[in-house]
């Protein structure tokens, strides 16, 4: 018994024809020829959707006017504050603290643990539950420069080629000198690294790495990184102190313009309030959820961009915040799992992509932007796509060659996630392929920060997905764990330094978000929704159209 439909069990015949010929193929070393630098430039030219005209337009206020990004994203940046400002009452703090943490996957985990080290007090806010974060969505790995013939040299230039050298070089270096840092901290709060019978780490290749670095654990590498980060956070109650279903809607400066703390929404009670802290740290993560094009997205349910938001109100510029990475294999099939990622691990263990004829287009390792480019022609141009009950149109990913090429049994041990998100559905994915389509998986750019992640503004920090430059125009597979970890710590550090020097007793106001307002009334926008928006509204037209009473 299979999920599949009749249709899809026929056209499977036609990858499973090709199938032995390309294995034979594989297992000489020998792969679909990469593309060149021209012809990667023309793809991305011609169907990447980052370089389309349309749903795109200058935002019109705030630090980065004039600048074009994707309607969404102009449209965020222009909304008005969800406080009447009229109302707010800063003459108390509700909670004071040494450093404010706002958010908390696996940036704003890691930054509140430095911050603790350094004998500091910290709060740390969320929107939902501590650890709801793209972090525990991340399957495939993390990269680290730390097995023997590699470095973090050759790391730092995988990064900044995968970024076509848009990437600010201070912070990739950052990024892959504390590589190999953050792999020993991981292995000691506990981390379970997948690892050879001789104890050695794992590794394999991802997308666009000369090197294999990429190390998991199996395809939950984010969800275990959070594990151990959660548990080492609840062994320090003491000095953190986590406020969960709470997120920062504005920021406080204090009169002299530092960052002095932000104010808090109850989502349960509807009440706000008001956090005091030496210095500020944004780790709020991306803005998967406001489907930018119309993508589905593998992001968790809370990334809605809003420390970009309230960053961009207190005057911090953006960069790159027109650059949006969409992970090649989102799932299109069954449709309960559409946009779900289905990790580049499956590639790199071997997994080719077919065509509806079963033929490969395209080598199955090229930067993510560049292999989604391959399959949106593929399904476009070269009109080569399988097509769902939906409409929805995509290519094979066929995963059982993992098993042909490793061994009876790989699929179920390095994937083992992934074979009981399809399971569910009938379809046994160590014996037929997946049909996979381009998904929303990452904002690439954010607040602008330095190496040690401070922003513009004296004491406010950022890191993680919410902050641009250290992945450019693309981002390559497993930097997005590091990053979080590298820039949480460095954060998490920069802040201790910054309240340390502090005296913390400057008047709290709110002056930035009137100004912003004013700006948005002398530009004649006055009709726009709420930001940050929080939570993602999913609610269909025809019931809106009877919701009478609002
Ligand atoms: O870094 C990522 O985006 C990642 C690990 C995703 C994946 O394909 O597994």
């Avoid at 009447?84 to 603290?97: G, P, Q, R, W």
Wanted: with cysteine; charged share 25%.
């Amino acid at each position: 018994m299979s999920g599949y439909t009749k249709k899809f069990r026929d056209l499977i015949k036609k990858v499973e024809a090709t199938r032995a010929k390309r294995v034979e193929t594989a297992k000489k070393g020998e792969h679909f020829p990469a593309l060149t630098l021209e012809q990667r430039s023309e793809w991305l030219n011609k169907y990447h959707p980052d370089y389309k005209d349309e749903g795109r337009r200058a935002v019109r206020v705030g630090p980065n006017k004039g600048t074009v990004l994707p309607e969404e994203v102009a449209d965020l940046l222009e909304s008005r504050s969800r406080l009447n400002l009229d109302k707010v009452d800063l003459s108390k703090a509700d909670y004071e603290t040494d450093v404010l943490v706002i958010g908390a996957g696996g940036a704003g985990t890691a930054a509140a643990l430095t911050a603790q080290e350094k004998g500091l007090k910290v709060i740390v806010s969320t929107k939902l539950r501590h650890g709801d974060s793209n972090t525990v969505m991340a399957e495939g790995g993390i990269q680290g420069a730390d097995q023997e013939g590699d470095s973090p040299y050759y790391h730092y230039l995988d990064v900044m080629g995968g970024g076509h050298f848009s990437n600010q070089a201070p912070l990739v270096a950052a990024l892959t000198n504390d590589a190999p840092l953050i792999m020993h901290w991981l292995e000691d709060l506990g981390m379970m690294f997948d690892k050879l019978p001789d104890g050695r780490m794992k590794v394999r290749h991802g997308g666009g790495t000369s090197r294999k670095r990429m190390h998991s654990s199996g395809d939950m590498t984010g969800a275990e990184i959070m594990r151990v980060l959660r548990d080492e956070t609840r062994n320090r109650t003491d000095d953190i102190k986590v406020l969960e279903f709470s997120p920062a809607v504005e920021l406080l400066l204090d009169d002299k313009g530092n960052a002095a703390g932000a104010i808090l929404y109850n989502l349960e009670t509807k009440e706000y309030y008001v956090v005091r802290a030496k210095s500020v740290i944004i780790a709020t993560g991306g803005f998967g959820r406001l489907h930018i094009q119309g993508f589905p997205t593998t992001n968790h349910y809370g990334a809605t961009a809003d420390g970009v938001v309230m960053a961009y109100r207190a005057g911090v510029k953006i960069q790159d915040m027109d650059s949006t990475q969409y992970h090649p294999t989102g799932a299109i099939f069954p449709e309960q799992n559409v946009g779900l990622l289905i990790t580049e691990k499956v590639r790199g263990l071997g997994a080719q992509l077919l065509n509806a004829e079963g033929e490969q287009f395209c080598f199955p390792l090229e930067p993510r932007d560049v292999e989604s480019s391959c399959i949106i022609r593929e399904c476009t141009d070269e009109a080569r796509g399988v097509t769902t009950p939906t409409g929805r149109l995509g290519v094979w990913l066929d995963s059982p060659m993992i098993d042909i090429l490793h061994g009876e049994g790989t699929v179920r041990k390095e994937l083992p996630a992934k074979y009981i998100q399809f399971k569910r559905y009938d379809i046994d994915i160590s014996r037929e392929p997946m049909l996979v389509y381009p998904t929303l998986h990452y904002q690439n750019g954010g607040v602008a920060i330095d190496d040690m992640a401070e922003t513009t503004v004296p004491g406010l920090f950022c890191a993680g997905e919410a902050a641009g430059g250290v992945h450019g125009r693309n981002r390559l597979m497993g930097n997005s764990l590091l990053d979080v970890l590298v820039f949480g710590r460095r954060s998490g550090l920069g802040a201790s330094e910054h309240a340390s020097k502090s005296s913390g007793g400057g008047k709290l106001t709110i002056e930035h978000v009137k100004k912003f307002n004013d700006g948005l009334e002398k530009e004649g926008i006055t009709d726009v929704p709420e930001g940050p928006v929080i939570l993602p509204d999913y609610t269909p037209d025809h019931v809106s159209a009877r919701r009478w009473g609002d």
